[in-house]
């Protein structure tokens, strides 16, 4: 019983610390001010698939491949109600597919939630300061690296994928 109340004191400890940091503390989901344009390269099984995602909300995006080459145009349009799948003249819609599957796991990570966040920490990398936060989300443990310059999204770390950003914008107005 003893061992709850401790728990139970370190969550209310926890929280209680989060609420006090300073308004100048940075925010490591700022950056998901929706809509905005990510380019980058997700990296999983060995494989390489370079794409464009374009977020329009936590739960409204779409992405276009250019490698590999099976994949090159393809647009996959993903929604709360599903996927779609369009390329040329023809398209598909797919029942909801797995939060896991590869299509639903790029936008996941641009949609991630402050009570998922376990842990923040500051580095330096290649000289540039750096806020490395830790999520406890559905994908499993997850690390960003932010840009502590710019809090922009540098690389996504999951047990078995990485996602390096090569280009971050937001939607013009």
Known sequence: MMKK?????FIICFTLSLCACSKDAPDPLGYQSYPFFVEGSLTCD????????????????SIT???????????????????????EDMTIDFNKAEKTSLIRLIPSLFALKNEEL???SEDMISSVP????????????????????????????????????????????
């Open 5 to 9: 109340y401790l728990f139970l004191f």
């Open 65 to 87: 491949f250019s490698k590999p080459d099976s994949l090159r145009d393809f647009v996959f349009r993903v929604t709360p109600e599903g996927t779609t799948l369009s390329y």
């Open 46 to 61: 060995e494989a390489i698939y370079d794409f464009s995602l374009s977020m329009e909300a936590c739960d409204r995006s």
């Open 118 to 120: 376990v842990s923040s």
């Open 130 to 173: 750096v806020l490395i936060s830790c999520y406890n989300t559905s994908l499993g443990q997850l690390k960003v690296y932010l840009n502590k310059n710019t809090m922009t999204p540098l690389r996504f770390e999951g047990e078995d994928f990485a996602v390096d950003v090569l280009s971050f914008s937001p939607a013009p107005s």
